[in-house]
Nanobody
Framework: QARFVESGGGLVQPGESLRLSCTTA????????IGWFRQAPGKEREGVSC???????YYSDPVEGRFIVSRDLASNTISLQMNDLKPEDTGVYYC????????????????????RGQGTQVTVSL
């Protein structure tokens, strides 16, 4: 079973940066599409970024140009570099898989999640 441990969250001011990491286990990192998602209080889950060997890298419109996703197959880690953070980026960020090896043409819409981590809190505030 896929397992994830996220880290790197924190409290930052608008315009600052954070780098999140997601260490994975239980599967080959290049065998699945893996997404970063976030959820703010009272809001639905939102796809942030996706990476897969089959169809590359995707970002959602709110983070395009500010966030950069990368993966290290040797360490089984997915990272999310978040720059120019805004208050609306606040939420719990977690990585997850959803029974697919592609991010898909409908990203950030995906099917039911297969497995996810507990997440790391990101708060952007003055």
């Amino acid at each position: 079973q896929a397992r994830f441990v996220e880290s790197g969250g924190g409290l930052v001011q608008p315009g600052e940066s954070l780098r999140l990491s997601c260490t994975t286990a239980g599967f080959r990192l290049d065998s699945r599409a893996i997404g970063w998602f976030r959820q703010a209080p009272g809001k639905e889950r939102e796809g942030v970024s996706c990476v897969s060997s089959r169809d590359g890298i995707y970002y959602s419109d709110p983070v395009e140009g500010r966030f950069i996703v990368s993966r290290d197959l040797a360490s089984n880690t997915i990272s999310l570099q978040m720059n120019d953070l805004k208050p609306e980026d606040t939420g719990v960020y977690y990585c997850a898989t959803w029974y697919s090896d592609r991010c898909g043409s409908e990203w950030p819409r995906v099917g039911p999640l297969e497995s996810r981590g507990q997440g790391t809190q990101v708060t952007v505030s003055l």
